[in-house]
Nanobody, 116 residues
Framework: QVQLVESGGGLVQPGGSLRLSCTAS????????MSWYRQDSGKERELVAT????????TYADSVKGRFTISRDNYKDKAYLQMNDLKPEDTAVYYC?????????WGQGTQVAVSS
């Protein structure tokens, strides 16, 4: 069945880096755009970044521009989110999402905590 599994979250100090991975299965990964979202407790889920199916065009939330990079490997069926210069306000559960034409599919999320 269609599945997205995130990994790579953890606790990091301000200014540090993390690389999140999203492993896809059960569908033709290369056909669909992929996105990363995040949600902190008590807040709405927000879009962090989106990448086209061919990996050529990315868009970012203003809050992460210049610090985060979304990428993908269509041979490995994986999407990534490289996060640099992390700030406490980046603390959230991060979700990957496949932009299916029939409606999005979500992963289960991975926790990122930025604290000294």
């Amino acid at each position: 069945q269609v599945q997205l599994v995130e990994s790579g979250g953890g606790l990091v100090q301000p200014g540090g880096s993390l690389r999140l991975s999203c492993t896809a299965s059960g569908f033709i990964f290369a056909m669909y755009a992929m996105s990363w979202y995040r949600q902190d407790s008590g807040k709405e889920r927000e879009l962090v970044a989106t990448l086209t199916s061919d990996g050529r065009r990315a868009t970012y939330a203003d809050s992460v521009k210049g610090r985060f990079t979304i990428s993908r490997d269509n041979y490995k069926d994986k999407a990534y989110l490289q996060m640099n210069d992390l700030k406490p306000e980046d603390t959230a559960v991060y979700y990957c999402r496949a932009e299916f034409w029939s409606g999005p599919v979500w992963g289960q999320g991975t926790q990122v905590a930025v604290s000294s």
